[in-house]
């Protein structure tokens, strides 16, 4: 017997996928007098900042596993709202490429999570190659 869902309509859904992503944000550090206490470049303190997953989102959301979030996914009712806050990970994975500390992390949830990304090895490009040089003959 198939468990009942958790979640009946994608606006519900949309409320506790809104709400991950908010809890992802952190919040403003502020001192005594209630100013924010900037870093040594200016830029305001966030506690309890988190990138956002998509195993945290499923987590949050009150789904026991990412596979749970891919099943609702799955449902014609739920597709478009699953996948766009698959693609906001996605677009944080991403963007961390472009940062020394995070894109071995970045690459590797890319890879293993989204549709579309994988690494070109050396032998996978002479096989380009071969079949680019064939196609232009």
Do not use: H
Not at 58 to 84: E, M, P
């Amino acid at each position: 017997m198939a468990r009942p869902l958790k979640y009946k309509t994608a606006e519900e859904l949309q409320k506790a996928i809104d709400a991950y992503f908010l809890s992802c944000e952190g919040e403003l550090l502020r001192d005594d007098d209630g100013n924010p206490v900037l870093n040594k470049w200016g830029a305001p303190v966030m506690v309890g900042q988190k990138p956002p997953t998509v195993t945290g989102l499923a987590l949050s959301i009150g789904l026991a596993s990412r596979q749970a979030l891919l099943n609702y996914q799955g449902r014609k009712a739920f597709n478009d709202t699953i996948t766009r806050a698959k693609s906001r990970c996605e677009e944080y994975a991403e963007s961390r490429l472009y940062d020394r500390d995070g894109a071995m992390g970045a690459k590797f949830s890319l890879i293993n999570n989204f549709k579309g990304w994988k690494e070109k090895t050396d032998e996978s490009k002479d096989k380009d190659d071969v079949i680019r040089i064939l196609d232009d003959i």
